[in-house]
C-alpha cells in the first residue's frame, strides 16, 4: 500500500498567491482529514470529509481557505491569497470509518512558506 | 467537552531507560484511544490503539499502553529507550464529531546517551 500521498512535499511562496496542496488517501478509507500544524498552535483540525462530504469545516480559519474532494481519491486544499501566518506544515489524513475503526493514517505533510 | 491532556511538553530519558508517557482524557462515553509518534520530518505514525477488551495493549517498536477507566488515563509505556525513539509523541481520542479525533498537545522525548 503506498500510503497517504501528499504534494508537494514543499512549497514557498509569496505573499497574495494563490497556494494548493493535493491530497490522495489510501485506496479504500472513506474519509479524509487536513490538519496544520505549527509550533505556536500545535496539530489543528481544519475539515473532514466523509464520502466525500465535508462533515466539519469549523477549524477552517477563514474565507481564504477552502477544500475539496471531488472524488474518493482526490482532495485539494486551497489558500487563496496566501498570508505569512499560513506558513506551517499541513498534513492530510485517511481512515476507513465504519464498524470499531476510527485510527487515521497520516501522509507526509507538505510544508508551507509564505514570504 | 472531549479533551486530551498531556501534562508533559518535554521528557529527556537515558537511552536504556524505561519510559513512561503520560495522557489524560475527558470523554463522555466509552473512548477510543491512540498513540502516534512523529519523528522529525515525518507525518505521524500510529503505535498503538484501545478499542475495548484487555486494557494492556502492545504496539509497534516495543510500545505498549494501559488504559484505566478509573483514573482516565491512557499511559504509553517503554522498558527499555532507544535513540531511534526520540520523536514527538501524541495521543489521541475519539470519535469527536462523527470520526475525528482530539489530539494532544504533544510530547517531546530526547534521549541523551
Known amino acids: 500500500d503506498a500510503g497517504v500521498i501528499q504534494s508537494p512535499r514543499h512549497e514557498v511562496t509569496e505573499m497574495g498567491q494563490e497556494v494548493t496542496l493535493r491530497c490522495k488517501p489510501i485506496s479504500g478509507h472513506n474519509s479524509l482529514f487536513w490538519y496544520r500544524q505549527t509550533m505556536m498552535r500545535g496539530l489543528e483540525l481544519l475539515i473532514y470529509f466523509n464520502n466525500n462530504v465535508p462533515i466539519d469545516d469549523s477549524g477552517m480559519p477563514e474565507d481564504r481557505f477552502s477544500a475539496k474532494m471531488p472524488n474518493a481519491s482526490f482532495s485539494t486544499l486551497k489558500i487563496q491569497p496566501s498570508e505569512p501566518r499560513d506558513s506551517a506544515v499541513y498534513f492530510c489524513?485517511?481512515?476507513?470509518?465504519?464498524?470499531?475503526?476510527?485510527?487515521?493514517?497520516f501522509g507526509p505533510g507538505t510544508r508551507l512558506t509564505v514570504t | 467537552a472531549q479533551s486530551v491532556t498531556q501534562p508533559d511538553i518535554h521528557i529527556t530519558v537515558s537511552e536504556g531507560a524505561s519510559l513512561e508517557l503520560r495522557c489524560n482524557y475527558s470523554y463522555g462515553a466509552t473512548p477510543y484511544l491512540f498513540w502516534y509518534v512523529q519523528s522529525p520530518g515525518q507525518g505521524l505514525q500510529l503505535l498503538l490503539k484501545?478499542?475495548?477488551?484487555?486494557?494492556l495493549v502492545q504496539g509497534i517498536k516495543g510500545f505498549e499502553a494501559e488504559f484505566k477507566r478509573s483514573q482516565s488515563s491512557f499511559n504509553l509505556r517503554k522498558p527499555s529507550v532507544h535513540w531511534s525513539d526520540a520523536a514527538e509523541y501524541f495521543c489521541a481520542v475519539g470519535p469527536n464529531s462523527g470520526y475525528a479525533l482530539n489530539f494532544g498537545k504533544g510530547t517531546s522525548l530526547l534521549v541523551t546517551p
Open positions: 484501545y478499542f475495548s477488551g484487555d486494557t
Open positions: 489524513a485517511s481512515s476507513f470509518s465504519g464498524g470499531a475503526s476510527y485510527e487515521q493514517y
